[in-house]
Each structure stands twice: as structure tokens, then as C-alpha cells.
């Protein structure tokens, strides 16, 4: 009976882990994961800037901070509109029983509302004159406070020597 076995070993490999190649499922399920893990969790910035100090170190002057609010409130509910089409659309081809199309468009909304969210993001963070604020932050809509009058930003030299003044602390 032995070298029965034998003899089919090795006619009929019956080791499974080799037939399903169980280390490179291995492998690639790590791959995924960090891969997932990369997409998902957002990265930390490395230095910790001001609104005020951003604005400098992009040039950027208070018409430019005004356009922006103007331009991210119009693209957010460009994005809201186009995605109530857009379910309406899908809705209607439900009804005309055009799945595949309405499933489709469904993704498609979901996308517009992703766009929307961006832009509004964007928009609360140029209105609190915040970097960095968290989704919490924006849902309960905590920060809400309104700038100063004085919005003088700050030059290169008044930066440095504040950092100066840091240090020698």
C-alpha cells in the first residue's frame, strides 16, 4: 500500500497549498491591504502652517480668497444639481427597466455628490480660515468663526523674525 502512494505522489502531486499556490494568494492579500490601507487612511502633513502663512507663501491676496469662496460655492451646487439629474435619470430608467443604465447612473450621482462634498470641504475651510479641519469639524460645523478685521498678512520678514523671537524664547 506504501508504494502505492508513492507511486501517485508522484504521478498526482496532492499537496493543495501547491495546487492553489497559497503563497502568492498570500502575498497578493498583503499587497491589497497595503494598498488599501494607503487609499483610505490620509496621509499626515509633515509641517503645521497657518491659514495666514499659506496665503503668503502662495501669494495670495484677500480678491483671491473671495473668488475662491465664490468659485468652490457655485462648483458645489453645479455638482448637487447635476446629481439630482442625474437620480432622476436613474429613476427613470427603473422605470423603463434599464437596470444596467440605472445602476450606472446611480454611481454616477454618487460621484457628482463626492465632487460636491470636495468643494464644499474646501469652501468651510476658506470660510473658518482653517488648514486641516476634520470631518467632524465639518459636519457639526464647529469652527464658525468669523475673521478679524485686521487680515494683514504677515511679509517674509515679520515671519522670520517672529520664528526669531520663538526660538530665542
Known sequence: MGIFKKI???????????????????????????????IVIPKKANTAETFEEAMHRLDLTEEDIQQRKIEFTRLCYFFIVLSILIVLYALYMAYERNMATSLIAFCLSLYSLTQAFRFHFWLFQLRNRKLGCTIKEWMNSEIMQTPSKDLTVKGKSDVSSHDSNKKAK
Request: charged share 35%.
Open 8 to 38: 501517485g505522489g508522484r504521478i498526482v502531486d496532492v499537496r493543495v497549498d501547491k495546487w492553489m499556490s497559497w503563497d502568492y494568494l498570500g502575498e497578493t492579500a498583503e499587497r491589497f491591504k497595503f494598498l488599501f490601507m494607503d
